[in-house]
């Protein structure tokens, strides 16, 4: 059973920044692709930044939304076990609730940033004033 704890999420102004963690436990199989979603209030939720950690030559491959390409950053650290997404020149429409999600997919599945994960935290709520 994997288990993902988010936390670092707060308000900021526009033109600010933010790191969001994701400390991630279980077996190491089942979470090759890890992904950082938003959900804003009234509105789907979104994938945002992934990583896929599986092996082959794709391992430590990373993929963003358009929408967050150049501004964001998703990064791994192994000691300990954490995701990391680093935000910046954040923006208002950036506000919502991030959540981290893991499964075991293939790096092109991972790439999608399909909302089809089994395994996700609680969320980290950021707020981005104008």
């Known amino acids: 059973q994997v288990q993902l704890v988010e936390s670092g999420g707060g308000s900021v102004q526009t033109g600010g920044s933010l790191k969001l963690s994701c400390a991630v436990s279980g077996p190491i199989s089942s979470r090759s692709c890890m992904v950082w979603f938003r959900q804003a209030p009234g509105k789907e939720r979104e994938g945002v930044a992934a990583f896929y950690g599986g092996p082959g030559r794709d391992s430590g491959s990373t993929y963003y939304a358009d929408s967050v390409k150049g501004r964001f950053t998703v990064s791994p650290n192994n000691a300990p076990n954490t995701l990391y997404l680093q935000m910046n020149n954040l923006k208002p429409d950036d506000t919502a609730l991030y959540y981290c999600?893991?499964?075991?997919?293939?790096?092109?599945?991972?790439?999608?940033?399909?909302?089809?994960?089994?395994?996700w935290g609680q969320g980290t709520q950021v707020t981005v004033a104008s």
């Open positions: 999600a893991a499964d075991r997919k293939s790096p092109w599945a991972c790439g999608w940033l399909k909302n089809d994960f089994a395994y």
